[in-house]
């Protein structure tokens, strides 16, 4: 595949999702989104376009005066309108870095609040629907989507190549979930065709600008 124009756009996508219980509580995770953010910037500093959507309660988002902007999601319904609206027209390459949440609340009270009940509360959960394998439905020839797989280290590397397969990915940034919360990342970026490389534990702005570089360039 021959590599992208300087100026080619970047969707992002990063942060965790809210699914709403009730008006004022939710289910979510523990995504700070500073990866996304920091990808954000890299493919800012390479000349290329940004759409950043961001979840909620993540650090802040850059605010360049040009070549970059910024959307806001709290739930996956949210992010679900949201990349109806950018994905496929607007962007060349998805890079899917939010951590969107597997299942969300099936009756959720939109305008009020649960009480407290002494036998306690059951909440029944429904799977959300896979939007990185939506946007890999509705692509067009050229576009790229990367992934994102978080998963424990005994299982980083099998989970990532079943993922790519099942939701069609072009490739699929393997994470271990021992390095959560931390400083540095020692991710391993996964091609569709088996082959994997990393750059070794770097800081998450180092390793956003390895990122961008290999996959605007692969
Ligand atoms: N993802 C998505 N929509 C969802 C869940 C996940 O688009 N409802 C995307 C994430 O943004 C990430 C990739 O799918 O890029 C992998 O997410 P992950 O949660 O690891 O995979 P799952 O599909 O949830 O699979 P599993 O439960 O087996 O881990």
């Known amino acids: 595949m021959p590599g992208l124009p300087q100026g080619a756009t970047v969707l992002i996508t990063a942060g965790p999702t809210y ?37 909620p309660n993540t650090v802040p988002a850059p605010n360049f005066a040009d ?3 910024v959307e806001r999601f709290r739930s996956c319904t949210d992010l679900e309108s949201l990349l109806a609206r950018l994905w496929p027209e607007q962007a060349d390459v998805l890079i899917m870095a939010a951590a969107v949440a597997d299942y969300r609340p099936k ?28 946007c890999v439905q509705r ?5 790229r989507i990367i992934g994102f797989a978080l998963e424990p280290a005994a299982q980083l590397m099998a989970s990532a190549a079943s993922k790519i397969k099942r939701k069609g990915l072009d490739a699929i940034v393997a994470n271990s979930l021992e390095t959560m919360d931390s400083d540095e990342i020692h ?27 290999r996959v605007m360039r692969v």
Do not use: C, Y
């Open 107 to 134: 009756h959720a009270e939109a305008s009020g609040k649960l009480r407290r009940q002494a036998e306690g509360l059951t909440i029944e959960l429904e799977a959300t629907p896979d939007l990185v394998a939506g």
């Open 187 to 213: 991710g391993t970026l996964v091609q569709a065709d088996g082959s994997s490389e990393s750059p070794g534990p770097l800081s998450k702005s180092m390793f956003a600008a390895w990122l961008v570089d």
């Open 139 to 143: 692509r067009r020839p050229g576009q």
């Open 19 to 55: 699914e709403p219980i009730d008006s004022v509580r939710f289910i979510g995770n523990r995504s700070s989104g500073r990866l996304g953010v920091e990808l954000a910037r890299a493919a800012h500093a390479m000349g290329h376009n940004v759409i950043l959507a961001l979840g």
């Open 67 to 69: 070549r970059l902007r």
